[in-house]
């Protein structure tokens, strides 16, 4: 299951389609099961220790100027190899 928008997730989790919401009310008022719900992006959790031992400036250092820092590819489907890859922002796809 992938849903790329946090109200998507919260349907997907309640076993209905993963469609957004329509908001307000936003997830931090009636979230999962219409509970408040902290929805946190699992991309920047995964690099939040690495950032505060190295700092901000190492962080910013990828990517360009405007768009610093990285972001998770995932290749599937009928591929030669599956893989997933923590990319530069902005990198070209064959880089």
Known sequence: ?????????????EGKKGQPRL???FPAIAGL???PTA???VETIA???TILR???EWFADF????NAGTKVISISG??????????PCRSRCGS
Do not use: I, K, W
């Open 1 to 13: 299951m992938s849903c790329g928008e946090e109200t998507a997730l919260l349907e997907s989790l």
């Open 23 to 25: 908001r307000p009310p």
């Open 33 to 35: 099961y219409g509970c």
């Open 39 to 41: 929805v946190n992006n």
């Open 47 to 49: 690099v939040a220790g």
């Open 54 to 56: 190295r700092g901000g």
């Open 63 to 66: 990517g360009r100027p405007g």
């Open 78 to 87: 009928q591929v030669n190899r599956r893989a997933m890859s923590r990319r």
